[in-house]
């Protein structure tokens, strides 16, 4: 069975700080796809990154940073300079490409929270 | 202006009353899902739909019942709601040709309190 884990419930860090969100996942598939999305106070979810499972490369993009470690089994997520608008819950999301439903398994989020 | 638009936004009701929660998408995707998101759990998929009138339970159906008669729309009904249904509602679309796990747009969510 698919599973997905955040182990950090809340982070706290100073404005221009670097902080990086983990994510462990569980499959048996070769084949899947991971996700991050940012739900930032007013609620709603904003996807920011898709990866499949045949591509190792990291992703760049502005401020934020994605490191896929097959090895691991981890994906994680690096804020560079933080900034208070980054302050949100982010969720790490997997769905594995035998599940019909297309459905996505949810970690249990990690809450940001970036100060001035 | 692409979206997904979920109403009520709000709603407070009693155990047992009916009710429903509107979704609906102008993006003409044939994937349409609901998720419940609760603290501590993420979110958990409820029902999906991968076209009219073809639609499956997720992960957590039990309360819950959905109908697609149209694409754009994919109500979500609570026959006689209970206060562990007290929840943040997501409804998600995606486009579901030949690519698995397309990328899930989300609406803007539906908080429901059951008393």
């Known amino acids: 069975a698919q599973k997905v884990t955040q182990a950090q419930t809340e982070i706290s860090v100073v404005e221009k700080e670097d902080v990086t969100l983990d994510c462990v996942y569980e499959?048996?598939?070769?084949?899947?796809?991971l996700f991050w999305y940012k739900q930032p106070p007013s609620g709603e979810l904003v996807f920011l990154i898709r990866?499949?499972?045949?591509?190792?490369q990291n992703e760049i993009s502005g401020r934020y940073s994605w490191n896929f470690q097959k090895s691991t089994s981890s994906f994680n997520f690096t804020i560079t300079a933080s900034q208070v608008v980054d302050s949100a819950v982010y969720f790490c999301?997997?769905?594995?490409?035998?599940?019909?439903?297309?459905?996505?398994?949810f970690g249990g989020g990690t809450r940001l929270m970036v100060k001035p | 202006e692409a979206q997904v638009t979920q109403n009520p936004r709000y709603l407070i009701t009693v155990t047992g009353k009916k009710l429903t929660v509107t979704c609906s998408q102008n993006?003409?995707?044939?994937?349409m899902s609901w998720y419940r998101q609760d603290p501590g759990l993420g979110l958990r998929q409820i029902y999906y739909?991968?076209?009219?009138?073809?639609?499956d339970k997720g992960d957590v159906p039990e309360g819950y019942k959905v109908s697609r008669k149209e694409k754009r729309n994919f109500p979500l009904i609570l026959e006689s709601p209970s206060p562990n249904q007290t929840s943040l509602y997501f409804c998600?679309?995606?486009?579901?040709?030949?690519?698995?796990?397309?990328?899930?747009?989300f609406g803007p969510g539906t908080r429901l309190l059951v008393l």
């Open positions: 990866r499949n499972s045949f591509d190792e």
């Open positions: 499959t048996r598939d070769t084949t899947y796809y």
């Open positions: 999301a997997l769905s594995e490409d035998e599940n019909a439903g297309n459905m996505l398994t």
């Open positions: 739909s991968m076209n009219v009138e073809v639609t």
């Open positions: 993006m003409n995707h044939e994937y």
């Open positions: 998600a679309s995606s486009l579901f040709v030949t690519e698995p796990a397309e990328t899930q747009y």
